[in-house]
């Protein structure tokens, strides 16, 4: 299964409301397993970005789930596929 890394930064809507927050975490897992995609972590943080969340599933599963995540106006993404140690060796053979 493909893992990503969401980088997620609240919208002047998203940081009014963060105290719902977590809520919307829950909310957002759900609609990654109707999807097929498992939500594998999500942590609260400081710096440059405000949220971080780890997903793993199909590229087209993915994809929807953070359209609609997007879509609900509370944060803006960016997102990064993720490879681990042996996933990345695996294409270091074909270097």
């Excluded at 105290?19 to 440059?48: D, Q």
């Excluded at 087209?60 to 997007?70: I, P, Y």
Aim: glycine letters at 12%.
């Amino acid at each position: 299964m493909a893992s990503y890394i969401v980088l997620m930064n609240w919208t002047d809507q998203g940081i009014k409301s963060a105290k719902e927050s977590p809520g919307r975490a829950e909310a957002f897992n759900k609609v990654c397993e109707g999807l097929g995609v498992r939500m594998v972590g999500v942590h609260w943080t400081v710096g440059a970005y405000d949220v971080v969340g780890v997903l793993e599933g199909p590229e087209d599963g993915v994809t929807a789930a953070l359209l609609k995540l997007g879509s609900a106006g509370n944060v803006h993404t960016q997102t990064l596929r993720a490879y681990s140690a042996d996933e990345f060796k695996a294409i270091l053979r074909k270097v």
